[in-house]
Nanobody
Framework: QVQLVESGGGLVQAGGSLRLSCAAS????????MGWFRQAPGKERELLSE????????YFVDSVKGRFTISRDNAKITVYLQMNSLKPEDTAVYYC????????????WGQGTQVTVSS
């Protein structure tokens, strides 16, 4: 069981940056693949990025490649999403999530943090 709490959201102007953090509690954080999702009003939740157990392998959806970076600190049981060159279309609620390596479904979710990018 993993509990996840996101922080770092807020209001930023287009072109600005934010760093989201996702603090985990519970056991075996280092055994979970971690992902960041977002959901904009009227749209489905989408996977933005994920990172493997060691942090050596990452995935990014095309819309954020080159702008967003994902990292994890297993000692601090925290995963981060660095977001640069933000655009108004990045406005959404951002969620972190965890899944086991043998599972394609994310089982554990945070409560979400709002990111608003003004033009």
């Amino acid at each position: 069981q993993v509990q996840l709490v996101e922080s770092g959201g807020g209001l930023v102007q287009a072109g600005g940056s934010l760093r989201l953090s996702c603090a985990a509690s519970g056991r075996a954080f280092s055994f979970y693949v971690m992902g960041w999702f977002r959901q904009a009003p009227g749209k489905e939740r989408e996977l933005l990025s994920e990172i493997n157990l060691s942090g050596g392998s990452t995935y990014f959806v095309d819309s954020v490649k080159g702008r967003f970076t994902i990292s994890r600190d297993n000692a601090k049981i925290t995963v981060y999403l660095q977001m640069n060159s933000l655009k108004p279309e990045d406005t959404a609620v951002y969620y972190c999530a965890a899944r086991g390596t043998g599972n394609n479904v994310y089982n554990f979710w945070g409560q979400g943090t709002q990111v608003t990018v003004s033009s």
